[in-house]
């Protein structure tokens, strides 16, 4: 028999420890995060003022699983909603459930346990990999038992699997990409001289965290309060992250200096033989000089080395990451709406308002301005 227990405080979810990483490694899902590490970094960072509500799935007493979850009093599409929703925000390049074993019983658990509680208007499950078994056993579940909800687009994310030499991968790109990596190469080196390190320690010997900070600072990203300093709480987040990552030996910040001077970087975890490309930023006074580019370079080839199976480029499938790769790893958002009045109006607005809007093009701007996207609160 499953039961569910919830976990309300950071003090409750710091309890199961011993436990995540365990149940993690039995699940053989490789997401970097799902670990304990980088919830309770994330929690160091932006827990703050968030309602936890971690259930823990048990059957027969011994855990199971866990759904990472918290409650939000956010506006969805410009309307009050009580919105329950995995543990992420715009740093978070992926979520999912942790489930070791019986899969469907315990994901039907959980949707029947949500559906019992009152306090919520919307359960908002955004990025979830849909190459993930309990994306499809979800929606599966879902449909089954008439539940009121939709899909939509999340993530799309590309990424490299290394599987040859980096010389045959190279010659693999485009004549024009290649060209246009050369043309950077020779304005860099016009610079002045520049140097890359990689940084996979936090101490007081070679300040990567400030140095970071202030690369971000000077950023064009400054300008839409989207660098790290802008807000407390994320740099909360990377410090915390950063020292416990290094503990575990997955820390890999690359750092561009031109003349002595750090001007670029790319901050990256490896985990479980996979690398993930979680934040860059370099400085706008460097712009003409691409140094975003040449990091992006020395990374990839760096990846061919042979400690490396995977290079997840998280986020967005931006143009310049698709030089590199046209392998995408897609994600879904997942959205089920209270049988209630209000319920069925959320419902409503989002998939045949909205689904209509995004049809007219000359609707769009008003679309926009008074029914903006659900919003993701750091």
């Not at 827990?47 to 799935?57: A, C, D, E, Q």
């Not at 043309?183 to 016009?190: A, D, G, L």
């Not at 839409?224 to 987040?237: E, G, L």
Request: glycine fraction near 6%; proline fraction near 3%.
């Amino acid at each position: 028999m499953i039961t569910i227990e919830t976990v309300t405080t950071i003090e409750g979810f710091l309890a199961f420890e011993n436990v995540w990483n365990k149940l993690l490694e039995k699940c053989r899902n490789e997401n970097l995060c799902l670990t304990f590490e980088w919830f309770s970094s994330w929690l160091a960072g932006f827990g703050t003022g968030k309602s936890l509500f971690v259930l823990v799935i048990r059957k027969g007493g011994a855990i199971i699983g866990f759904a990472p979850l918290m409650i939000t009093h956010t506006r969805y599409r410009n309307l009050p909603a009580s919105e329950i929703g995995f543990i992420q925000n715009d740093y978070s390049p992926s979520a999912d459930f942790i489930i070791s074993e019986s899969q469907a019983e315990a994901i039907s658990a959980v949707v029947d346990y949500l559906l019992a509680l009152q306090n919520w208007d919307v359960i908002s499950l955004r990025n979830l990999p849909k190459d993930s078994p309990n994306y499809g056993t979800l929606v599966q579940i879902l449909a089954q038992k008439g539940i009121i909800y939709g899909t939509g687009r999340g993530l799309c994310s590309p990424f490299i699997k290394i599987q040859t030499d980096w010389e045959t991968f190279m010659s693999s790109r485009t004549r024009k990409f290649r060209k246009a990596i050369r043309n950077k190469m020779n304005r860099i080196k016009k610079c002045g001289t520049y140097d890359i390190k990689i940084v996979d320690k936090i101490d007081g010997d070679n300040n990567v965290l400030e140095h970071i900070f202030a690369i971000s600072k000077n950023s064009w990203k400054a300008d839409y309060d989207k660098d790290i300093v802008s807000s407390d709480n994320n740099m909360r987040f990377f410090t915390a992250l950063s020292k416990t990552a290094a503990r575990k030996g997955w820390l890999k910040i690359w750092l561009l200096n031109v003349n002595g001077k750090p001007v670029a970087y790319e901050y990256h975890l490896a985990y479980k033989g996979r690398l993930h490309a979680l934040r860059s930023d370099y400085d706008r006074n460097y712009r003409l000089s691409s140094p975003g580019s040449i990091l992006d370079l020395h990374i990839v080839e760096n990846a061919f080395s042979g400690q490396v199976t995977e290079y997840d480029m998280c986020g967005s499938s931006d143009f310049y990451k698709l030089n590199w790769t046209s392998d995408i790893r897609e994600h879904a958002r997942v959205l089920i709406f209270r049988d209630t009045v209000y319920g069925r109006m959320l419902y409503f607005l989002e998939f045949k308002v909205i689904s209509l809007l995004k049809k007219y093009e000359p609707v769009k701007k008003l679309r926009d301005a008074f029914l903006p996207q659900p919003h993701v609160r750091h």
